[in-house]
């Protein structure tokens, strides 16, 4: 499970080191693709297999399940940690989250987000001061 917020530079080459605590989970491989709210999501490649069987699952009849589906499977790619715990982020996925040099690696249970600095503190900031109402939503959710 990832949990916890790290900051970490990409390199020229844009790699980007993985926290320790978090490599041995994807040491079998991961995958990276965008996320929500301009992030990039990282999974371990059989919990990334199994959220693309779930959209694969959904109904090809609709729009919105189509558009769905693809945001996240196109542009999903596979990698592997290098010697030095790294990954590399592709160039469209860097343009995507407007990575540039500063960025958060935050664990997600079952995946780690990774942020631009920049983007992560202000998202985290107007989180932050909606934790209360946003709580009060998601009480009929047993949360």
């Known amino acids: ?11 020229e080459k844009g790699r980007l080191a993985i926290p320790v605590k978090f490599r041995s989970a ?4 991961a995958v990276v693709a965008k996320s929500l709210e301009g992030a990039l999501a990282i ?11 779930k959209l694969s699952g959904l109904p090809i009849s609709q ?6 589906s693809r945001f996240f499977l196109t542009s999903a790619m596979e990698v592997d940690l290098d ?19 500063k960025a958060v690696i935050t664990g997600l ?3 780690i987000e ?12 107007k989180a932050e001061k909606n934790s209360v109402e946003t709580a009060e939503k998601l009480g009929d959710l047993g949360i």
Do not use: C
């Not at 994807?26 to 491989?29: C, H, I, P």
């Not at 010697?83 to 989250?97: C, E, F, N, W």
């Open 83 to 101: 010697s030095q715990g790294r990954i590399l982020i592709p160039d469209y996925l860097r343009k995507y989250s407007e990575m540039k040099k």
């Open 1 to 11: 499970m990832f949990f916890g917020e790290y900051h970490h530079n990409l390199d």
């Open 114 to 125: 990774v942020w631009d600095e920049k983007k992560w503190e202000d998202y985290k900031d």
């Open 63 to 68: 729009k919105d399940a189509r558009s769905f």
């Open 26 to 29: 994807l040491k079998n491989g």
């Open 43 to 53: 999974y371990p490649r059989k919990d990334w297999q199994d959220f693309a069987t």
């Open 109 to 111: 249970g079952q995946k």
